[in-house]
């Protein structure tokens, strides 16, 4: 940054400030309950700060603030400054698709319901958003036969009007005719209020008006406009099957679901009304801030309800309080008009459906990152920006990254997965366990994994590749495939990644130049911060640009590998677990402890099973089955873990 104001001239107030670069162009929007405190950080060591505010501090030639009276104006402040500036700095929520709504026109003397997207307006109600909009217009088509509004348009509408004669939505009891004065202007109101406060999860009090309705007129002897309101009456009872009832009481509330990763976070929002589910909506957020989780809870808050015509709720839940919740708490409040409240479901009800609204952001992430996955172009682009960014002497169209995993150094074990043209190849994915390293060393186990991978090259190229038998010629599928078993480390990587940092690095291009390899195999670690890449021969780290499709790659390969390893290690783990709880009983060897495990599912369901029920299965005699019950529950609980067996964890308290 070019230009520092002395920490004296800052003021001791609240307020929002602004990061600009030389051409005057807003980088960065912030807020803070005191500037003074708060801005004196940004001027901290750059290798203290976080890597994405280092970047933006790089390029940033001085600061503006703006003091005002409370906390909550410095965050309506910001809020209207990042809407403005739209800063490359801040996060901001994309709609991940344009969601329909249903909307009704208020203002107008005769108002509609109208499918809508796109940006709101004053004048009119929305209500949704919904997420196909297939099944919005067949909820309006339901409705409609009960709450006849037009819904045609304005120059439809007046046509008609000069005419003096009605479309055929009037005819068939889709619309009362407000072109022709059919309706009355109060009567027509009350059509729309109904429609709304339906529209708004109140649908008791339409359906027992429909109900007394009917029934009146069936003891009327008017069979006819009872048979008119039983359908009614059935359209609008489907129409309320469309609303999740997601709550016994009647309560409004939103509930906020959250999942991200080191550069985006997909939010999930269900909207409650009344105690019911009656619209959803999605956004996918850039990550460009360094934001602890409470920090990006405040700013999609401020997202979502900072928006003209958004509807602030009674109750919010949250996955995490933000950072400030008290400002948070008075804000939602003032746009509200009344009470606001943010809460943190813990448990019961609204804690499963919080679950269940963080379970579709996180759908929504992988399935964004899938679209990028799934496209050729995008593909190659990456395969080409990741050769620019790397220097590296071809496309990776074989890329092999390695990850190491344990806990307090057992059970180590590593993971090697392949992409190849930017797609995974699970085919190829390989498991190890690290077998020489004692203790927590990640270094030492990577060393390992690396030799036996490129060790296994090595002899694969140099074993002549084998005739198949006569069987395998008569079957040439199966001797592709055994030829295949037997040369399965024979294809060399185009970009070898390592998961971590310098340190790693190191271990490759040693294991490369003892194995003669390093002309051959590009090599490249990714450090904790994701954004730096280090490569041979570079001193500094490699940051490759936010949003190019090579960093999407590098990330769905690191994330491939975390994940396989994880997965090995605690399968390992558990099995060691399991094995040792049933070590030792006589009759019961290594065979017979898998198949038992099987049959009845789980260790846990083995630890419930009843004497009776060891005993009744036919295969396991039953001293062995007395011996694995006594073992279970009369003794067999390893020292120091009284009443449990090993892999179950930690009780809760």
Known sequence: MQTRPPTGTIPDAPGSYQFLDREGRVLYVGKAKSLRHRLPNYWADPVALAPRTAQMMAQADRVEWVTVDTEVDALILEHSLIQT????????????????????????????PVVFRGKKRKGVRYFGPYGHVGALRETIDLLLRSFPVRTCSDAKFARHHRLGRPCLLYDIERCSGPCVGAVDAVRYAHLVDELMRFLSGETAPVVARLSAEMQAAAEALEYEQAARL????????????????????????????????????????????????????????????DLSRPQLVGRVLEELYGAPAA??????????????????????????????????????????????????????????????????NARSRALTELQAALGL???????????????????????????????????????????TVRGNDDYAAMEEVLRRRLTNLLADRARPAEAPSAVEEATEDIGRRRAAGRRRFAY????????????????????????????????????????????????DPI????????????????????????????????????????????????????????????????????????????????????????????????????GRAPGEGPRRS
């Not at 400030?324 to 939602?332: F, G, K, R």
């Open 492 to 539: 060399a990587p185009q970009l070898l990644l390592l998961d971590g940092g310098r340190g790693q690095l190191g271990v490759g291009i040693r294991v490369l130049d003892e194995l003669g390899l390093t002309g051959e195999i590009e090599l490249a670690a990714l450090a904790k911060q994701f954004e730096e890449v280090y490569r041979p021969g570079r001193s």
């Open 230 to 289: 039983r359908d009614r009456l059935t359209s609008v009872r489907k129409a309320a099957e469309t609303q999740q009832m997601v709550s016994e009481r009647p309560e409004d509330l939103d509930v906020v679901g959250i999942a991200e990763d080191e550069l985006e976070a997909a939010v999930q929002v269900f909207f409650v009304r009344r105690g019911r589910v009656i619209g959803r909506k999605g956004f996918v957020a850039d990550k460009v801030e």
């Open 543 to 642: 940051r490759i640009p936010r949003g190019s499709e090579a960093l999407y790659l590098l990330q769905r390969v690191r994330d491939e590998a975390h994940r396989f390893a994880i997965t090995f290690h605690r399968e390992r783990r558990g099995n060691r677990m399991t094995a040792g709880v049933l070590e030792g009983i006589p009759g019961l060897g290594p065979t017979r402890t898998k198949r038992l495990l099987a049959q009845l599912g789980s260790l846990k369901a083995l630890r419930t099973a009843t004497p009776e029920e060891l005993r009744a299965i036919s295969w396991l005699p039953a001293p062995v089955a007395d011996a694995v019950f006594t073992r279970l529950h009369l003794g067999g609980a390893p020292a120091g873990r009284p």
């Open 85 to 112: 500036h739209q800063p490359r700095f801040n996060v901001r929520l994309k709609d991940d698709k344009s969601y329909p709504w249903l909307a009704v026109t208020v203002s107008d003397e005769w108002p509609r």
């Open 311 to 376: 509807e602030v709720p009674r109750r919010i839940l949250v996955p995490e309080m933000p950072d400030d919740p008290d400002v948070h708490t008075a804000w939602l409040s003032g746009l509200r008009g009344g009470p606001a409240q943010l809460a943190v479901p813990l448990r019961g009800d609204k804690r499963a459906l919080h679950q269940t609204v963080t379970r579709n952001a996180a759908e929504d992430l992988a399935r964004h990152r899938l679209k990028r996955a799934g496209d050729h």
């Open 393 to 435: 002497s071809q496309a990776p169209l074989r890329i092999e990254c390695f990850d190491m995993s344990h806990l307090q150094g057992t059970d180590y074990v590593g993971s090697m997965v392949v992409f190849e043209d930017g797609l995974a190849k699970k085919s190829d994915y390989r498991r190890f366990t690290v077998k």
